[in-house]
């Protein structure tokens, strides 16, 4: 039987990231998702695909989801919570802002790492203040802290609970910090990723060239 876990994201949940972006404060969480296909190993290493001309990372710190749910509050989510990890969300930038939907620069498949490690909430105060950084080939992309959060882990548990019935394994994705002065347009092939978590270790992924061929019709824009 196919899992019934599910993985879903949030945009725009760092507050630093939100005034950098000049947006105004979201009163409900912002939503995508991936899918299994998405997720790869935190040493596994990223195609960058043929198809895209703009290939970014982002850290995130991921909650992991540790028993059922249905229609919980903030205490019953919190609890429910079986630990946190990294993960990066890989976003094809050209791809994502095709359409106002971002769904189809989101899901390549095995571009979100995630891992190394699962660490329960009591080994890190329920992730209330944890350092995170991107970086690639020693260049700092982003940096944050979770403190800056604007819906909590359990708080996104909670309301992700009113209109799903969340499963073991359930990945949930919270946010990440705005860019820092360093960040360039795009991934090359060749380069390392780090992508890091304060008491929750790194993925370390390198980024290589597509072996498939650039399949897009006539009509797709190439550059």
Request: glycine fraction near 8%; aromatic fraction near 6%; proline fraction near 7%.
């Amino acid at each position: 039987m196919a899992s019934t876990a599910h993985i879903l994201c949030i945009g725009l949940n760092y507050r630093s990231h939100i005034e950098q972006l000049g947006r105004p404060t979201p009163t409900y969480p912002t939503f995508f998702a991936k899918f299994p296909s998405t997720l790869t190993g935190p040493r596994d290493a990223i195609t960058l695909p043929r198809v895209s001309d703009r290939v970014d990372g982002e850290a995130e710190l991921a909650v992991i989801v540790g028993r059922r749910l249905r229609r919980a509050d903030t205490k019953e989510a919190r609890d429910a919570i079986a630990g946190y990890s990294v993960a990066n969300d890989m976003s094809l930038r050209d791809w994502q802002h095709r359409t106002t939907e971002a769904l189809q620069g989101k899901v390549f498949d095995r571009s979100t790492p995630l891992g190394p490690l699962l660490v329960t909430p009591d080994e890190l105060d329920d992730a209330r203040d944890l350092n995170v950084t991107f970086t690639v080939d020693g260049v700092e992309w982003q940096r944050g802290n979770t403190g800056d959060l604007l819906f909590k882990p359990a708080e996104l548990v909670a309301y992700c609970s009113t209109f799903l019935t969340l499963e073991p394994g359930g990945l949930i994705l919270t946010g990440t910090p705005g860019k820092t002065s360093g960040a360039a347009e795009s991934l090359t092939p060749g380069c390392q990723l780090i992508t890091a978590i304060e008491g929750l270790g790194a993925a370390i992924n390198s980024a290589v060239t597509d072996p498939l061929p650039d399949t897009r019709p006539h009509w797709q824009e190439r550059t």
